[in-house]
């Protein structure tokens, strides 16, 4: 099962960027999903997660900075991020759990001046 991960690019540092991830419909009612990202060099961390029951959390260093939500209309998770700064740079990728795990093809954000 595949998820379909879209929205990455290049932005200058405050800039922002939207990263959305469909699900197959007859999962996304139970998944919990999240985004993960990896910089060069360094390990896959978890930037944010939401429950089917909508509960949040984000990793410390994009509080106040990204917002995770989810539209059970469209089977999608969206990840805002706004205030982006270089130490954002990394793939990221989606990642959902409804007793099965699946991870959705990285995307790449950069950010640069």
């Known amino acids: 099962v595949q998820l379909q991960a879209s929205g990455g690019g290049s932005v200058q540092p405050g800039g922002s960027l939207r990263l959305s991830c469909a699900a197959p419909?007859?999962?996304?009612?139970?998944?919990?999903m999240a985004w993960y990202r990896q910089a060069a060099g360094k390990q896959r961390e978890l930037v944010a997660r939401?429950?089917?029951?909508?509960?949040?959390n984000y990793a410390d260093s994009v509080k106040g900075r990204f917002t995770i939500s989810r539209d059970s209309a469209k089977n999608t998770a969206y990840l805002q991020m706004n205030n982006l700064q270089f130490e954002d740079t990394a793939v990221y990728f989606c990642h959902a759990d409804w007793g099965t795990i699946a991870w959705g093809q990285g995307t790449q954000v950069t950010v640069s001046s």
């Open positions: 419909e007859r999962f996304f009612r139970w998944s919990i």
């Open positions: 939401i429950t089917a029951g909508g509960s949040i």
